[in-house]
Every structure is written in C-alpha cells, then in structure tokens.
C-alpha cells in the first residue's frame, strides 16, 4: 500500500498525475513539466516534498555520533546554530548509502533530512546508532516538507508572515531559522533561492493553500528533476549509490579529511581509492540536436565508454544535457550514443543553469 | 475524458489516421497518447521515401518523461514528415489531430484501413485502459 503525504488531497484537488514514487504516491506534474520548470525559474514554485525523511538527534554524544558515521564532519557547525552542512552516509566500502543535510540546531541537537528513497536503510541505521551511543533519536514522521523555490520565495514569505519571517529572510543559503512553528531553511534543490519549510503535519495543507493564493505554483517530480538536473546536482540511486564512492560522483568536496584522526565509516576506503587513482567521473555534457540523451545512454570516449547518470531536455538551454560517468581520463570528443546514431557533446562543468541564468 | 473525432481512425497503440482526398493518409497521435507522454520535448518523423510495413516503429516521439516509438498504422510509403515538430514538438500536446500530424503515407493496400479502429472502439480501448 503507497505511503500518502499530509498534502496528497491538495495535489489530487488541483489535478495532479499521481505516481509512485519509492512507495509513495506523488504529483509528477500537475498539467505541464515546463510550465512548473519555468515557474520556478522566474517566479516561485512549490512542492511537496514530505516523502523525505526528518530525524531529530540530541544529546552530549550526537555530535561524536555524527562526526563518526558522516563523510563530511559536523563540527564544522560548532558556534553556528541554525547552519546546515551537506553530507554524503557512506558503507565500509566508501560508496554511497544516502546524501542529507545536517542542521545543527543548537546545543547538542542536530536535524538530519534524508532521502525517501533510502528511508528504509538510513533511518535504522542512525536510529540504532543512536540507540548504541546512548544518543536521543526520533523519526520525525508528524512532520511535513514543503520547498517554496525560485526568484520570488522570499517575497512570498514575507508576504505571508510579515516581520515574523524576518529570521528566515535574514538566512544566507545553508542557514535555517524558526518562522512560528515552521522550521525554515534557506536550502532546495533547484539552483534557485528558495526555503524548505518544516512543518506539523497537520499545517501543512492550510500552508499549502496560502502559499498557492498567493500565487506559487505547484510543481511535481518531474520540474523537480528537470530543476536539479539543471542545477547539476546528483540524485541518490543515478549519480551515485552504495558502489560509488563521492569521489567518482563529483562529490569529493563534501568529504571532510581534516582532521585525519576523524575515523568516520568509509574513511579507509575512501583513502585508498584517493592513493590508488580514482577510475571515473562524473561530467556534465550539452548534447547536440534535440533529442534528448537520457539515463543508460552510451557516452563513447578516447578512454572507452561511459554512461549517463541522468539526461533530459533542457527547458532553460533549449536542449540535451546529462549528467554522465565517463573513465577519468578521458580527454577528447565526447559522443552519446543515441538510438542509431551518435550526437556529440561538449564537456561542461555543471551547473547548467543557476539563478535563471545558463552558466555553461 | 479525452477527444477522440468521430471521422479519423484509430490503433490500438494510440495513433489516428485521416484518409485525404488524394488517397494519402495522415497520422499523428491520440489527445490521450500525447495527455500520457506529458510535454512533448522532440519529435522524429520518418523520412521521405521510407517503405512501411504496419506496425513498425517508424517515428520517435519525447517527452519530459520518456521517448516513445510510433508505429506506421498501416504499410506504405512515406511522402511527408511533419519538419515544424523539429522546432515546435509541442504542437503535439495543443493540437494533436491538427498542426501536430505526424506523417504523411501513401497507403499500400487501402483495405488496412478498414482494419483499423473507429472512434467508438478507440473510446473504449481508452476507457479499457482506465
């Protein structure tokens, strides 16, 4: 039986095209993809994103706990409350269980909010971790998401809440405020500004219904990975997953070396893949033509073939362009293999597109 | 519900057919195909000259979500492609049984037309689909 969102009845009442997604049943767009792509890119659009998973760690063993099972280290929050910190949960062979953000909220409590698709591994593994650390842990199922994103976020909100939004409006990006009883971070997943907002379950949907009076547009799964495509950020289970370490997903900026007696879970394979050379990696390609080069394509190399992690059309670029794993080395053209033929494909350094505009 | 016109025919993977005066055919896909695949995103029409057996995949249409092949309805040869989808594909999703033709055949045996599906099989087919 799918899993339903505190929101599942405002995505129905405003026409979604349900469909499961890791077991739980969300829009995919609410009409058109690209009317909700370029919502967000020019104005402001939302989404549901209460399928992720929020846990609450606390106590004076939470920050130990955190800086042994995460590749990126929390102590990095020390003095900061309010930061967010983003990180990649490794296994022992340094690849890739789940990628979260971190906010340290104070004291010795931290909020982590992990992907759906992982919540059957993740949060057993923290909450039991915590069990073993004598670490408070809760799953945070009584609460929902909701990410207000583009340009006009931030005008939304202070529209909505007035000086009560201030704390949230004075965030940088990565920075996480109260609103009332919302939890606001400055944070998303669409190159854009933008809030993810945390709140009760059952203040979701009248939150909903005020955000979209006042004049966002609600946006499915398919804007959202069109979005984050854009903005040349992985997703778990395309660009990475438990037999790809970060280094081989572009993600070797969030592994935390220093200080080299922090022995988080993953340290020692992560370290030998660093000695030993790092096999592939991960690009970012502007494909020629139209047709879209999607997710499995051939990507051929003067170094042998590679794939693509994650392709689409383009609604900014007007085009192509993926994300692909190519061998490391590889230096010359770039070709996709698609159908029966082969396009070529410029080699860019991700993001596509941030803040509306195209950056490659 | 979806449009379906009365006076096209109709396949069961969601292509139409208008037979012309001059005894070609047109084809594009159904209001419900192009309702299914989303934004349409890339359209490849077959080329000019190509010989059709019915049922073959002949044409490549894509959306946001997913690339889908057309099939010729029919067996024929092939004497227009629709060159505005390269630039505009989603004419498809405003107007799938006008501007958003797909190809032009010229049939090979007319009497496959009358094996295809009139509205009201296509109506239910659709409704079948849920």
């Given amino acids: ?360 | 519900m979806s449009q379906v016109p009365e006076d096209l025919k109709y396949t069961r993977n969601h292509e139409w057919v208008r037979v012309e005066a001059d005894g070609s055919v047109t084809v594009g896909i159904t209001e419900h195909a192009q309702e299914s695949l989303g934004d349409l995103v890339f359209v490849e029409p077959p080329e000019v000259g190509t010989q059709l057996q019915a049922e073959e995949a002949c044409a490549v249409v894509e959306s946001v979500k997913a690339a889908s092949d057309v099939y010729a309805p029919i067996s024929g040869e092939v004497t227009q492609g629709n060159e505005a989808l390269a630039d505009n594909p989603e004419t498809v999703n405003t107007d799938p049984y006008g501007d958003g033709w797909i190809m032009r055949i010229q049939p090979a045996d007319t009497s496959e037309i009358d094996g295809l599906l009139d509205a009201a099989a296509y109506q239910a087919l659709v409704a079948d689909e849920g």
């Fill in chain 1, 1 to 360: 039986m799918p899993q339903r969102t505190p929101l599942y009845d405002q995505h129905v009442g405003a026409g979604a095209r349900v469909v499961d997604f890791a077991g739980w049943e969300m829009p995919l767009h609410y009409g058109s993809q690209l009317a909700e792509h370029q919502a967000v890119r020019s104005d402001v659009g939302l989404f549901d994103v209460s399928h992720m998973a929020v846990t609450d760690l606390s106590g004076p063993g939470a920050r130990a706990l955190l800086r042994q099972q995460l590749a990126n280290d929390v102590a990095k929050l020390d003095e900061r409350p309010g930061q967010a910190l983003y990180s990649c949960l490794l296994n022992e062979r340094g690849g890739v269980v789940d990628d979260l953000i971190v906010y340290f909220r104070g004291g010795d409590a931290y909020r982590i909010v992990s992907n759906a698709a992982t919540r059957e591994k993740v949060r057993p593994r923290l909450l039991d971790e915590a069990r073993q650390a004598g670490v408070t842990a809760e799953a945070r199922d009584d609460l929902a998401m909701i990410a207000v994103q583009g340009p006009r976020a931030a005008a939304v909100l202070e529209q909505l809440f007035g000086d009560q939004a201030a704390a949230a409006l004075a965030c940088k990006p990565f920075q996480a405020a109260d609103l009332g009883e919302i939890f606001a971070g400055r944070t998303g997943y669409t190159g854009e500004d933008g809030f993810e907002l945390i709140v009760p379950a059952d203040q979701a949907g009248p939150l909903w219904d005020r955000l979209t009076a006042a004049g966002a547009q609600p946006c499915g799964l398919g804007a959202r990975d069109s979005l984050r495509l854009e903005a040349g950020l992985n997703l778990n289970g395309h660009e990475m997953d438990e037999a790809t370490t970060p280094l081989e997903a572009a993600l070797g900026w969030t592994v935390a070396w220093e200080p080299e007696d922090r022995d988080f879970v993953g340290r020692a394979a992560l370290t030998a893949q660093r000695s030993q050379g790092v096999a592939w990696r991960l690009i970012g390609l502007v494909v020629e033509g139209r047709a879209p080069a999607r997710e499995g394509y051939v990507v051929r190399t003067d170094a042998g073939d590679g794939v693509i992690t994650s392709g689409a059309h383009s609604p900014t670029l007007g085009g192509p362009i993926a994300l692909a794993r190519v061998p490391a080395d590889a230096e010359g053209e770039f070709r996709v293999v698609i159908r029966n033929r082969e396009a070529a494909a410029r080699r860019v350094k991700p993001p596509f597109v941030r803040h509306g505009k195209v950056c490659v």
